[in-house]
């Protein structure tokens, strides 16, 4: 089969091209290279063997899109394409919307127009809000409280428009809960070209010195320690989720919806022991005030994913952050 990876050298489209690749999959990779490198083709093709087609564009320009999906005779798109800070979603909305809204009507318009009917797209566990029940199923009611969460609940209900008009569609929506962790080789991780947003990234830059300390946003939530709990999911049980993804969609159409994660919470604090223990490291931290927005627990029900994708992460956050540290040592 023929994908198209959109969003491809970027973290979890970089992963998820190495674990396609090594099953047998012909992939190519389109990313416009704003929070990634051409080096990560170099990578995935060290560690998998394989060297994928990779083109340069943006997934906004349907011309380019429509000509990829033709000259690879595309059969299935994953859609990673997107921005994701939520602090700049706030203060920056517009090119929110623009690359994860208008990216996604002109992708499928490409798709549309060239008869490729099956999509993958990356949503955000961000679309639930602040949990009324845990852990958190598919059925939870979406409540995103900023303009990436937002962005990513308009892209799924605009896919549930399109394949309610057309019956031709086969789409699935991934919720992702917390990627964390690297390829096992060290080879590939999570590098944003600016300041790291997420939790091991950081980490892993006091780690190694970069950084002085974590400044942990609020320990006083009603968890265990103090600190916010949430599903990290290792990023290599991520990516095998979307190969079951692209078995689902080449069986079922319409949309369907899926969370992935551990369904496991651990707090903050359990993450930074776990990186020290892994790295041979101290973590300094420092209580900081709760950020708004922010939830005490958040953990997936992963249940549909277990029974209708035949999925399940195996991983352990003892193996994200002896990968994130591999990686981070190799940098
Ligand atoms: N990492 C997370 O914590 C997380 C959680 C939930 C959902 N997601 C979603 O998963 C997807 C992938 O996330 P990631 O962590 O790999 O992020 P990433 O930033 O590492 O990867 C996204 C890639 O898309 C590329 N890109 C951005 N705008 C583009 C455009 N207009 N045209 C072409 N390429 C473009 C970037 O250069 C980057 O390589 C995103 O849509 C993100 O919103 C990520």
Redesign the pocket.
């Known amino acids: 089969m023929n994908i198209l990876l959109?969003?491809g050298?970027?973290?979890?489209?970089s992963h998820t091209a190495v674990e396609l690749a090594m099953r047998g999959y012909n992939v190519i990779l389109?990313?416009?290279?704003?929070?990634?490198s051409e080096k990560v083709v170099d990578q995935i093709a060290a560690i998998s063997g394989v060297r994928c087609a990779f083109v340069k564009?943006?997934?906004?320009d349907r011309f380019l899109v429509k000509g990829i999906l033709r000259e690879h005779q595309i059969d299935a798109v994953i859609h990673?394409?997107?921005?994701?800070s939520v602090s700049d979603s706030v203060s920056d909305p517009l090119s929110y919307y623009s690359?994860?809204f208008v990216?996604t009507v002109e992708l499928v318009a490409a798709m549309s127009e060239e008869k490729v009917f099956r999509l993958i797209f990356?949503?955000?566990?961000?679309v639930y809000g602040t949990p009324s029940r845990l852990p958190v199923d598919e059925h939870h009611p979406t409540n995103p409280l900023n303009p990436?969460g937002r962005s990513?609940l308009h892209v799924e209900e605009f896919l549930h428009d399109v394949a309610n008009a057309s019956s031709g569609w086969s789409i699935v929506c991934l919720r992702?809960f917390?990627?964390a962790g690297a390829h096992e080789s060290g080879l590939i991780g999570?590098k944003?070209t600016s300041r790291p947003n997420?939790l091991l990234p950081v980490i892993s830059e006091v780690a190694s010195g970069q950084r002085k300390k974590l400044d942990v946003y609020g320990d006083d939530y009603d968890t265990a320690d103090g600190t916010g709990v949430r599903d990290f999911i290792h990023v290599m049980d991520l990516a095998g989720g979307h190969e079951a993804a692209l078995r689902f969609a080449n069986k079922n159409s319409g949309v369907t919806t899926f969370n992935l994660g551990t369904g496991l919470g651990y707090s903050v604090l359990e993450m930074v022991r776990s990186y020290e223990r892994a790295s041979g490291q101290s973590i300094p931290i420092e209580f900081a005030q709760r950020r708004s927005g922010d939830v005490a627990s958040c953990y997936a029900d992963t249940s549909k994913a277990g029974n209708l994708l035949n999925w399940k992460a195996t991983r352990t956050l003892e193996d994200m952050c002896a990968s994130s540290w591999r990686y981070t040592k190799a940098q």
């Not at 050298?9 to 489209?13: A, L, N, P």
């Not at 564009?57 to 906004?60: A, T, Y």
């Not at 990356?122 to 961000?126: E, G, L, Q």
């Open positions: 959109t969003g050298t970027g973290y979890i489209g389109l990313d416009n290279l704003e929070n990634s564009g943006d997934v906004r990673f394409a997107g921005l994701k690359t994860n990216g990356s949503s955000s566990a961000t990436y990513k992702y917390n990627p999570e944003p997420n």
